[in-house]
């Protein structure tokens, strides 16, 4: 990280944030100026893990040429037990250019959790022998995922539905009722 200058330095005393703001990458918490002005403070280890994620996503530095790359396919993981549902979204993810790796329910998409390395997960919430709620809290409590982007899809709407979603540590909550593939994929976007 290079910076050109220091403007200047200040002690302050971060607020840790509130349970909708924590899975915000990057942001350790807020603070509160001198001048009263309310200033987010970026976590360090957070952000140089943004930028090797980056580069590991982009591509490899060749010696040989510095122009030359080697991408790869963002790779996500779709835990849902409907099987036209599970269809219909893998086709709009491969269709924005996402690896899709599907699982039948929240046990079966923790065990292809740790086969490889996913970018995202997307998980019904209603699913047997683990729910998506469930899903994501035991993805949460592993530190290797903390950072995991998930995104709840899911036909539970009412906004009690949406404060247990984001209690267990989810990082988006699209309720199928209005369904919009945009929706989905900005969604992602924004969090891969």
Not at 67 to 80: F, G
Request: include cysteine.
């Amino acid at each position: 990280l290079f910076i050109d200058a220091l403007i200047d330095e200040q002690d302050v005393v971060i607020k840790p944030q509130s349970q909708l703001l924590k899975r915000v990458r990057n942001v350790s918490g807020a603070t509160i100026l001198g001048t009263g002005e309310v200033c987010m403070v970026l976590n360090p280890h957070d952000l140089i893990k943004s930028v090797r994620k980056q580069v590991l996503s982009r591509g490899v530095w060749s010696a040989r040429s510095p122009i030359e790359t080697v991408s790869r396919k963002q790779v996500i993981l779709l835990a849902e037990d409907s099987i036209a549902t599970r269809t219909q979204e893998k086709r709009i993810l491969e269709g924005a250019g996402y690896e899709v790796v599907t699982a039948v329910d929240g046990l079966d998409a923790f065990n292809k959790l740790k086969t490889r390395y996913f970018d995202a997960l997307i998980s019904d919430v209603q699913m047997p022998n683990l729910d998506g709620l469930g899903l994501t809290v035991k993805i949460r409590k592993q530190k290797e995922y903390s950072e995991l982007p998930i995104i709840l899809v899911t036909s539970l709407a009412s906004d009690e539905d949406r404060k247990r979603g984001a209690d267990a540590g989810a990082n988006a909550y699209i309720p199928k009722g209005t369904f919009n593939q945009d929706v989905l994929i900005e969604t992602l976007k924004r969090l891969v």
